[in-house]
């Protein structure tokens, strides 16, 4: 990639700036597809005063395991599942470090190849069954 920093399938999310405030959250109906909304209220740098609109696209469960490797939250996120770290950074402070992956039936034998008897390959799956 030229050495440039490959940012495909991840995630971050940080504390909100100063300047944003959540203003409500609701449904919105969209040629008969309900999905549920987040409206955000910030200010530009020139300080005209703006407000996103955010669709809900997964949902995060906090994770019960401990372990140093395991996330804190994780779950559904559209059709594949999210994870996310909790990390810490000196210029900005805590925040989440997230990882996008198929969503896969760790039970399911499936290849392409004659595989080992303990190779598995991911299997998607078409659930929304939290992590």
């Keep these: 990639m030229d050495g440039q ?3 495909t399938n991840s995630a971050v999310a940080y504390n909100p700036r100063d300047n944003e ?3 409500s959250t609701g449904k919105v109906n969209n040629n008969g597809n309900e999905e549920r909304i987040v409206i955000l209220k910030s200010a530009l740098p020139d300080g005209r005063v703006i407000r996103d609109v955010y669709e809900k696209v997964g949902t995060l469960f906090q994770n019960d395991k401990a ?3 395991m996330p804190l939250f994780s779950g559904p996120f559209k ?3 999210i994870a ?4 810490q950074n000196d210029q900005y402070g805590p925040f989440l470090s997230g990882k996008i992956e198929d969503k896969y039936d ?3 034998m499936q290849s392409d190849t004659p595989a080992a008897p ?3 390959k991911k299997v998607l799956v078409d659930d929304d069954i939290p992590f």
């Design 5 to 7: 920093y490959d940012n």
């Design 21 to 23: 405030t959540l203003l």
């Design 67 to 69: 372990g140093e490797n």
């Design 79 to 81: 059709e594949r599942r």
């Design 84 to 87: 996310f770290w909790l990390k």
């Design 106 to 108: 760790p039970n399911a």
């Design 118 to 120: 303990t190779e598995q």
